[in-house]
């Protein structure tokens, strides 16, 4: 089945630590966007690509990493300069220029700080 | 700017009961409007979608919403709560050349027996 896969469920760092979170699709959709979800504040955006080799800062990029070096995959980079970064992260995908566009979600990994 | 208001944070209602969810937009151009349903530690399920025609949009699991453009309102509406509707609900504006998606900060459904 098609869908958006991410792993790892649950991901634990340390101080002065980077840690990469995957996300993979085969929906063979173009446009992929990272989200970071806080209590209380709803859905907000980290990064997002829209072709490979190209992505674009959303509202809460610093602290943050990602590339697109293939179509299928966009790993996302907590660094250790993101100094909160205890929060629900989801992936997501969509076609772009498209009367049927909707975003199609991962199942989101859950950062914690040790 | 562009902008999504869910003024409602948390709704209990009654298992049977009707169901109304607010939403209000801001957006520089034509909006497309979507309502996404969220399980504790899921992602996210579109009920339904907003892009032209009918303002009145059916979608899954019973939901429906109406677009009003004179109030920049999307409300969702459900006539008959059923006890596994309690989640997470986001209202959200965007896509096809935009780009981005302007999520609101969500609104919590308690049903009670």
């Known amino acids: 089945d098609g869908g958006i896969t991410q792993s790892p469920k649950y991901l634990f760092r340390k101080e002065g630590q980077n840690v990469t979170l995957s996300c993979e699709q085969n929906l063979n959709h173009d446009a992929m966007y990272w989200y970071r979800q806080d209590p209380g504040q709803g859905l907000r955006l980290i990064y997002y690509s829209q072709i490979v080799n190209d992505f674009q800062k959303g509202d809460i990029a610093e602290g943050y990493s990602v590339s697109r070096e293939k179509k299928e995959s966009f790993p996302l980079t907590v660094t250790s300069a993101q100094k909160n970064p205890t929060a629900f992260y989801l992936c997501?995908?969509?076609?772009?220029?498209?009367?049927?566009?909707?975003?199609?979600f991962g199942s989101g990994t859950q950062l914690s700080v040790l | 700017a562009q902008s999504v208001t869910q003024p409602d944070i948390h709704i209990t209602v009654s298992e049977g009961a009707s169901l109304e969810l607010r939403c209000n937009y801001s957006?520089?151009?034509?909006?497309?409007l979507f309502w996404y349903v969220q399980s504790p530690g899921q992602g996210l399920q579109l009920l339904l979608k907003y892009f032209s025609g009918d303002t009145l949009v059916q979608g899954i699991k019973g939901f429906e919403a109406e677009f009003k453009r004179s109030q920049s309102s999307f409300n969702l509406r459900k006539p008959s709560v059923h006890w596994s509707d309690a989640a997470e609900y986001f209202c959200?504006?965007?896509?096809?050349?935009?780009?981005?998606?302007?999520f609101g900060t969500g609104t919590s459904l308690t049903v009670i027996p």
């Open positions: 959200a504006v965007g896509g096809f050349f935009g780009n981005q998606f302007y």
């Open positions: 997501a995908s969509t076609t772009q220029g498209h009367i049927d566009e909707k975003l199609f």
């Open positions: 957006y520089g151009a034509t909006p497309y």
